[in-house]
């Protein structure tokens, strides 16, 4: 079982920061991949970030270079650094958990993950 709870977000100017956090409690289960997805009004979920079990982040191209995801085992928390922030980032973010290994595409697809955080809004005015 997994519970993950998130923090952070809000609303920002563009070009301003924001990081969101979600803490994980973890019960008896081994999580391979972990990630952030958002979806905005009347749009499918997208996965943003991902990173797995040996810390190999991935991002899709509209945020590389500027979101970073990372993860504090210690601390069974996930982050997502968001800087230089545009109105198009504008969405609810989600995090999840994935409790079986994937490759390429499909470690960002919705389906391949089995737990949800309960997102947070951000909103980037202009």
């Known amino acids: 079982q997994v519970q993950l709870v998130q923090s952070g977000g809000g609303s920002v100017q563009s070009g301003e920061s924001l990081r969101l956090s979600c803490a994980a409690s973890?019960?008896?289960?081994?999580?391979?991949?972990l990630a952030w997805f958002r979806q905005a009004p009347g749009k499918e979920r997208e996965g943003v970030a991902t990173?797995?079990?040996?810390?190999?982040?991935s991002y899709v191209d509209s945020v590389r270079g500027r979101f970073t995801i990372s993860r504090d085992g210690a601390k069974n928390t996930l982050y997502l650094q968001m800087n230089s922030l545009k109105p198009e980032d504008t969405a609810m973010y989600y995090c999840?958990?994935?409790?079986?290994?994937?490759?390429?595409?499909?470690?960002?697809?919705?389906?391949?993950?089995?737990?949800w955080g309960q997102g947070t809004q951000v909103t980037v005015s202009s």
């Open positions: 999840a958990a994935a409790v079986r290994s994937c490759s390429g595409s499909w470690c960002f697809s919705p389906g391949y993950y089995n737990y």
């Open positions: 973890i019960y008896g289960s081994f999580i391979y991949n």
């Open positions: 990173i797995d079990t040996n810390l190999r982040a």
